[in-house]
C-alpha cells in the first residue's frame, strides 16, 4: 500500500470558495504540503488554515518568489520529500492557490510524481472566474472567445493576441502595468478593461483601468478585457 498524493485547489483567497472536497480531503490528510515564500507566508496555508487539522503534519515547500529561472531544485527535493510519506502509506495533499492546472505550482510536483504515485487533482476556483465575478461583468458569451495571457509576453504578441479575441484575461500584472496600459490603448480596449486585485480577499479592489494609477501593481491583480454590456 501506498499514500496517494492530491493537488487540492484552494482558491483564489475566500475560504469560503473552497470546495466541498478540498476540504473533505484536509480534514482527513496526515500530511499537508504547500509553496511558501523562501522569507515569508504561505498564502494557499492562509486560505485553508481553519481546515488544516492540528495533528498534520505540515511540509512548506520554500519557492523563491524571483522572476526568471524555475527553481527546479526545489521541486526536486519536495518531490523527494514527499515521495518518502508517499512510500509509507501517508496521504500527501499538496495546497495550490485557485486551480492547481491553472498555473498552479502544483504541477511541478505532479510532473515529478504522477508517473510513480496514485494521484489525484481536485480543481478550485481560480482567479480567472474570481476576478470576472469581482468585475460583476460577464466575461464572455455565446460565441465570444477568450485568451489568457501572462503579462511577460513580448509586446507584439500580447497586442496581436488581444486583437485576434474578444476577451482577454492578462495575468501577473505586477510591473508590467505601465507597458499593458499602451498596449491595451493602442488597441482601442482601455474602456472595456477592468483592473482587479485580491479578488474574493478582504482587500479586494477593481477599478477600470482608466482609474488605475501607474503604481506597481501587486502579485494577485489581473487585468480583464471583455465585450461591453449587452
Ligand atoms: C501563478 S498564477 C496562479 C493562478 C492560480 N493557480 C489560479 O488558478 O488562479 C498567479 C497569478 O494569478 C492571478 N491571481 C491569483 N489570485 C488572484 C486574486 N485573488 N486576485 C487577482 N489575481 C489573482 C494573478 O495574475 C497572479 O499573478
Known amino acids: 500500500m501506498t499514500g496517494t498524493l492530491y493537488g487540492i485547489g484552494v482558491g483564489p483567497g475566500d475560504p469560503e470558495l473552497m470546495t466541498v472536497k478540498a476540504v473533505r480531503i484536509l480534514q482527513s490528510a496526515p500530511v499537508i504540503a504547500y509553496p511558501a515564500a523562501d522569507d515569508g507566508d504561505s498564502s494557499a496555508r492562509m486560505i485553508a488554515a481553519q481546515f488544516i487539522p492540528g495533528e498534520a503534519i505540515e511540509m512548506a515547500i520554500r519557492v523563491p518568489m524571483r522572476p526568471g529561472r524555475m527553481p527546479v531544485e526545489v521541486y526536486d527535493q519536495a518531490a523527494r520529500d514527499i515521495a518518502v510519506?508517499?512510500?509509507?502509506?501517508?496521504?500527501?495533499?499538496?495546497?495550490?492557490?485557485?486551480?492547481?492546472?491553472?498555473?498552479?505550482?502544483?504541477?511541478?510536483?505532479?510532473?515529478?510524481?504522477?508517473?510513480?504515485?496514485?494521484?489525484?487533482?481536485?480543481?478550485?476556483?481560480?482567479?480567472?472566474?474570481?476576478?470576472?465575478?469581482?468585475?460583476?461583468?460577464?466575461?464572455?458569451?455565446?460565441?465570444?472567445?477568450?485568451?489568457?495571457?501572462?503579462?511577460?509576453?513580448?509586446?507584439?504578441?500580447?497586442?496581436?493576441?488581444?486583437?485576434?479575441?474578444?476577451?482577454?484575461?492578462?495575468?501577473?500584472?505586477?510591473?508590467h502595468l505601465p507597458r499593458l496600459r499602451t498596449i491595451i490603448e493602442a488597441c482601442g480596449l482601455t474602456a472595456r478593461t477592468h483592473y482587479v486585485e485580491y479578488a474574493s480577499r478582504?482587500?479586494?479592489?477593481?477599478?477600470?483601468?482608466?482609474d488605475r494609477d501607474d503604481s506597481p501593481a501587486p502579485y494577485f491583480s489581473m487585468l480583464l478585457i471583455s465585450e461591453g454590456d449587452n
Open 202 to 210: 478582504d482587500n479586494e479592489m477593481v477599478v477600470r483601468l482608466e
Open 85 to 175: 510519506h508517499l512510500a509509507e502509506d501517508r496521504d500527501v495533499a499538496v495546497l495550490c492557490e485557485g486551480d492547481p492546472f491553472f498555473y498552479g505550482s502544483f504541477m511541478y510536483l505532479h510532473d515529478r510524481l504522477a508517473g510513480t504515485w496514485p494521484c489525484r487533482v481536485v480543481p478550485g476556483v481560480s482567479s480567472l472566474t474570481a476576478c470576472a465575478a469581482a468585475t460583476a461583468h460577464p466575461l464572455v458569451r455565446r460565441n465570444d472567445t477568450l485568451i489568457v495571457l501572462p503579462a511577460t509576453l513580448p509586446d507584439a504578441d500580447l497586442a496581436s493576441r488581444l486583437e485576434a479575441n474578444n476577451a482577454a484575461a492578462i495575468l501577473k500584472v505586477g510591473r
